[in-house]
């Protein structure tokens, strides 16, 4: 079964903090994506990784940066946490056009 | 720019009730999906439809695919409180390899 794991569900961070959001799935996905998600605007494209190593930026990648050393993990980083990054984060991973999602973060920045 | 447009964006119904879903654009998509996403989890992909004029059925969902493949309705006959949950468009362009654009959202509670 496919299964994309988020490594926290609930995350409460100080603003200037560093933060990191970490994803792993077991399928053996090349593709894998960052979003948010916020009432009134949908998901929104952080960024997303077509391979080891390689990333994209998304639509709204300012204050994010990602990771991905291994095929299986895509981190997400926020250098210096802000209030306005306080949102849930999702985590995909994707066949062909197909995306799996884990469970996402809720993420509260004070 | 939003280029799905997903309606409406609220919908409150009894049990038992039908209702529909729509997703617009003024793109043309290789192929259209649908998600369901409850409170606290990640969207679950309901089904793709990737042919203009593509009708599939799952159970009493009924989605669509527009001859144009520029928009996409899904029907939910005879709704249950199960059936509550947020439900999300997404779309796939031939240009943009294994991204996708989401529509907004319809958020749907089927009262008992």
């Known amino acids: 079964d496919v299964k994309v794991t988020q490594s926290s569900r609930y995350l409460v961070k100080r603003t200037g903090e560093k933060v990191f959001l970490e994803c792993v799935q077991d399928m053996d996905h090349e593709n894998m994506f960052w979003y948010r998600q916020d009432p009134g605007l949908g998901l929104r494209l952080i960024y997303f990784s077509y391979d080891v190593k390689m990333k994209e930026k998304g639509d709204i990648p300012e204050g994010y940066s990602v990771s991905r050393e291994k095929k299986e993990r895509f981190s997400l980083i926020l250098e210096s946490a802000s209030t306005n990054q306080t949102s849930m984060y999702l985590c995909?991973?994707?066949?062909?056009?197909?995306?799996?999602f884990g469970p996402g973060t809720r993420l509260l920045v004070l | 720019t939003q280029l799905l447009e997903q309606s409406p964006q609220f919908l409150s119904i009894q049990e038992g009730e039908n209702l529909t879903v729509y997703c617009n654009s003024s793109s043309v998509f290789s192929s259209l999906q649908w998600y369901r996403q409850e409170p606290g989890e990640g969207p679950v992909l309901l089904v793709t439809v990737v042919t203009g004029g593509e009708v599939k059925k799952l159970k009493r969902l009924t989605f669509q695919f527009g001859d144009a493949r520029k928009d996409s309705s899904l029907h939910i006959t005879a709704a249950q409180p199960g059936d509550t949950g947020l439900y999300l468009c997404a779309g796939a362009r031939v240009t943009s390899g294994s991204r996708l654009t989401f529509g907004e959202g319809t958020q749907l509670t089927v009262n008992p």
């Open positions: 995909a991973s994707s066949w062909y056009e197909t995306q799996y």
